[in-house]
């Protein structure tokens, strides 16, 4: 079926059920970012494969909402849909909720699944569309209508991640959980955000690809703690730590009845961005409710001495693959066959080398030329470019080992390139520099930083549209809240936190042109505590990446005397670590790239 029919069945079926306007996102029930097969309704009604978008269909007009990262894919993917591309943030362009404020008539109905929609945004879309007297149904999934041969929910099992992986037991963390209840006196905490259950139960999973996250939700108690889970999925050993610390398992649907019959003296702890709209209607009216962040969101974000420990080992067998594979492409381009995809399995092999790797933490980007210039480019059998001995590859890739989650861009020259070309990668490598180089005051947030990765590329006009970096978490999603740098604020991010000692964040500026280049340097940072003083408490990053930067797109005359040392300084590092690792020709090799300018 096309998209084309597969928008012309939805209508039909709306029709039948008196409903104006239908709203399909990306998320799961669980509001995550990446999602199962079985979730990926937006892709199956639109086309489009990015990972962020929501998608909006009327009787006469349909249309997909993305950022920045994916609007050079969406135009592609959208050709011939029927589906028009609204550009999130940009001039002129309505947000979701204006555009069906506007197209639903006074009296009119809203359709969507209630579990895929968070319960602000419910919320919000109620009392927008009350004004109109709107009605909404969220109690249906239509597209599961149309999608004739849906995959079914996964039923891979779940793992335990020991302790001395992540450095703190789930009692522990449970307990923290629930001093965090008694300071707002709550009796009971909902979780159903994926990784946040993952988390606080020391337990990862196989249910959605990149990101080793298991489907449950939970429920915490002052005294009990409830796991809603399919009970095949873990094995005997989970369910005898789980029994001895009263931590009940039941069927993963189970959570709606449960909060639906829960006793009305319950106070409830939730967060309204990660608690599904059709779960927060489950709740009774004269049930009080505690509508704050949940604690884990914070916890998992700080990471405690033992993960911090595993992530700079998992970063250093990170880096060995990724040198590796540097020395492979700068010495086989030209010679070989190489293409986007044959270039992102030899990375794929070399880190599948390093012990404790578990998978990739999302697809690899591979672009080469032009391809570069779309963020969240994967090359497919269509698309797959062959590469040649010129130009530039950009590879952003990374891996889950049971130290902990890596993210990495490197740009590769494959031959001469023009001076603008050597420009842009310069201005992009000192963006990367000055951040990593912040001393800040404790409260800072990541806006009050981004302009130190965006100037050199501000200076010439150039700007790139979407954040700079974003938290990571530990064996978990790639993407984690709630710190990153931007320069603007977009409350559905979840970045705006003061930074705290221990949390992971990219550092990933870069520069997009549209039918030419792409290019991005990315390393990951971890928030240090300086000195204290009468002034405050200064903070600062550490560079945890291990991996050389392509000294041949450098033009060293544009970079000043600190970026320089840090440069050098950083590359003797790299070197220092990853050269015990290689063989003698990788070396010779690694010692010229790592050279000082």
């Not at 012309?8 to 079926?13: G, V």
């Not at 293409?339 to 880190?351: I, N, Y």
Request: a negative charge; one cysteine or more.
């Amino acid at each position: 079926m096309s998209i084309v029919n597969r928008v012309s069945a939805l209508r039909k079926i709306m029709e039948d059920r008196n409903i104006d306007a239908y709203i399909i996102p990306s998320a799961d029930n669980h509001q995550s970012e990446y999602v199962g097969e079985h979730f990926k309704s937006r892709q199956f009604i639109s086309g489009f494969k990015g990972s962020a978008g929501t998608v909006v269909i009327t009787k006469e007009k349909a249309g997909l909402w993305t950022d920045g990262r994916y609007f050079i894919q969406a135009e592609k993917e959208l050709s011939g849909s029927g589906i028009d591309l609204f550009k999130m943030g940009e001039e002129g362009v309505p947000t979701v909720n204006e555009f069906v404020v506007e197209n639903i008539t006074q009296g009119g109905s809203l359709g969507f699944d209630g579990r895929l929609i968070a319960a602000g945004e419910g919320l919000e879309l109620k009392a927008e569309l009350g004004k109109k007297n709107v009605t909404i149904k969220y109690d249906e999934d239509l597209i599961d209508l149309v999608w004739g041969d849906r995959p079914s929910l996964s039923e891979e099992k779940a793992f335990g991640l020991d302790e001395k992986y992540a450095g703190e037991s789930f009692e522990s963390k449970i307990n923290r959980i629930r001093s965090v209840m008694r300071e707002n006196n709550a009796t009971i905490h909902v979780v159903t955000t994926l990784d946040e259950v993952a988390w606080i139960f020391n337990i990862r999973g196989n249910d959605v690809s990149y990101t080793p996250v298991v489907l449950a939700y939970a429920a915490i108690t002052l005294d009990k703690t409830y796991l809603f889970i399919d009970e095949k999925k873990l094995d005997d050993n989970i369910k005898s730590e789980f029994n001895k610390s009263s931590i009940e398992i039941r069927p993963y649907n189970d959570v709606y009845d449960f909060i639906e019959n829960l006793d009305e003296k319950e106070v409830i702890m939730l967060d309204t961005e990660r608690v599904n709209y059709s779960l927060y209607n489950s709740i009774s009216e004269n049930i009080k409710k505690v509508e704050i962040e949940n604690p884990a969101v914070l916890m998992k974000a700080m990471k405690n001495k033992t993960e911090l420990n595993n992530i700079k080992n998992a970063y250093i067998k990170d880096g060995i693959a990724c040198t590796k594979f540097m020395y492979w492409l700068k010495n086989n381009v030209g010679k070989i066959p190489i293409s986007e995809l044959s270039a992102s399995e030899k990375l794929l092999q070399l880190r599948k080398e390093q012990e404790g790797f578990v998978d990739l933490s999302f697809e690899t980007i591979a672009g080469y030329k032009e391809h570069a210039a779309m963020m969240h480019y994967a090359a497919t059998e269509e698309s797959d470019y062959e590469i040649d001995a010129e130009h530039m590859l950009l590879v952003d890739s990374g891996g889950h080992y049971l130290e902990g989650t890596t993210d990495i861009t490197r740009t590769y020259i494959l031959g001469e390139i023009s001076d603008e070309l050597k420009t842009h990668y310069t201005a992009v490598l000192r963006g990367m520099i000055n951040l990593s180089m912040a001393k800040f005051l404790y409260g800072c947030r990541g806006y009050n930083l981004d302009i130190l990765a965006r100037g050199p590329m501000w200076d010439m006009g150039i700007d790139y549209k979407c954040g700079t970096g974003h938290g990571v978490g530990y064996m978990l999603s790639v993407h984690e809240g709630p710190t990153g740098f931007r320069w603007y604020i977009v409350p559905a991010k979840h970045e705006t936190t003061p930074f705290e000692e221990g949390m992971v964040i990219t550092n990933e500026p870069g520069i997009y042109m549209e039918g030419s280049h792409g290019i991005r340097i990315e390393n990951q940072l971890v928030v240090k505590k300086l000195e204290k003083n009468i002034n405050g408490q200064f903070m600062a990053f550490d560079t945890i990446t291990m991996c050389p930067i392509d000294l041949d797109g450098i033009n060293p005359t544009l970079m000043n005397e600190r970026e320089k040392a840090f440069l050098n300084d950083y590359h003797k590092n790299v070197y220092e670590t990853i050269s015990p690792y290689l063989t003698d020709e990788e070396k010779d090799w690694l010692k010229e790239y790592t050279r000082e300018i």
